[in-house]
């Protein structure tokens, strides 16, 4: 009887674990999501992304754009940063001859229980998209490119 406790312990254990495994990729996968839907918004220059990016912690191209944005001192400056933000990424983007559509092997390169790195890669090099909760909502908190 006594082996038999420990046997289910055990067995109860390995269950947990892998539900817990299975509630995290499929996190993952959900962020992935996220992640490749606001990266091709912002490619495209789609204004709505502004909604999916936390920018009081942005990171971009090893930039600290979030640093800059709270320091603005009004709401109208920080609705004209996003606004740039956005079209100047947009047109960079497709002046270095990129494509939302060249982007392929989209992946969860890292997740933990305070983000999830997305991967995809292109001709180019590959991208790397930062998603982080905050306020109950996911967003976007960084943006990479390794070549």
Not at 44 to 53: A, H, L, P, Q, R
């Amino acid at each position: 009887m006594k082996y038999l406790h420990i046997t289910l312990a055990a067995v109860s254990s390995l269950a947990l674990t892998q539900c817990e495994k299975a509630s995290n990729a499929a996190a993952g996968k959900a962020d992935m999501s996220f992640a490749k839907n606001a990266f091709e918004s912002l490619a495209k220059g789609d204004s709505t992304v502004k909604e999916k990016i936390d920018w009081d912690t942005l990171n971009s191209m090893g930039q600290n754009v979030g640093a800059a944005y709270v320091q603005l001192p009004s709401e109208t400056e920080k609705v004209n940063f996003q606004n740039a933000f956005v079209t100047q990424f947009s047109s960079s983007f497709r002046e270095s001859g990129g494509s939302p559509d060249k982007f392929e092997n989209w992946r969860v390169s890292y997740h933990d229980d305070l983000k999830t790195e997305v991967a995809a890669d292109s001709g180019g090099g590959t991208v790397t998209i930062t998603v982080t909760e905050r306020d109950g909502k996911e967003r976007v908190s960084g943006l990479g490119f390794i070549r």
